[in-house]
C-alpha cells in the first residue's frame, strides 16, 4: 500500500516501532554513561535520570488510557 492509503492501524504500527525502537537505542546509549572509567557521576544523578525517564513513561501510558497528562519541561541535572 501506498503511504496515502496507508490505514491508520498500518500508520501507528509504522510509527510505534520506529519511536519505541529509538527510545531503546537512546536508553541503551545512556547505559554507556555508566562506565565510571570514562564518566563521573553520583547516585543522585542516576536516580534523578531514573526518575525523569520514569516519570514521562508514567505520562505516555496516562495519554494511551486517556488520562490527563501535563507537558512536562526539559531534563537538567542541574
Same mark, same amino acid.
Given at each position: 500500500m501506498s503511504k496515502g492509503q496507508e490505514t491508520k492501524r498500518e500508520k501507528?504500527?509504522?510509527? !510505534?516501532?520506529?519511536? #519505541?525502537n529509538?527510545?531503546?537505542?537512546?536508553l541503551q546509549l545512556?547505559?554507556?554513561?555508566?562506565?565510571?572509567? !570514562?564518566?563521573d557521576? #553520583?547516585?543522585?544523578d542516576v536516580d534523578k535520570i531514573f526518575a525523569a525517564i520514569e516519570a514521562e513513561?508514567?505520562?505516555a501510558k496516562k495519554k494511551f488510557n486517556k488520562i490527563e497528562s501535563r507537558k512536562s519541561s526539559r531534563f537538567t541535572l542541574d
Open positions: 501507528f504500527v509504522r510509527l !510505534a516501532e520506529a519511536r #519505541t529509538k527510545i531503546i537505542d537512546m545512556l547505559g554507556n554513561c555508566s562506565n565510571s572509567s !570514562a564518566y557521576y #553520583t547516585q543522585q513513561v508514567r505520562e
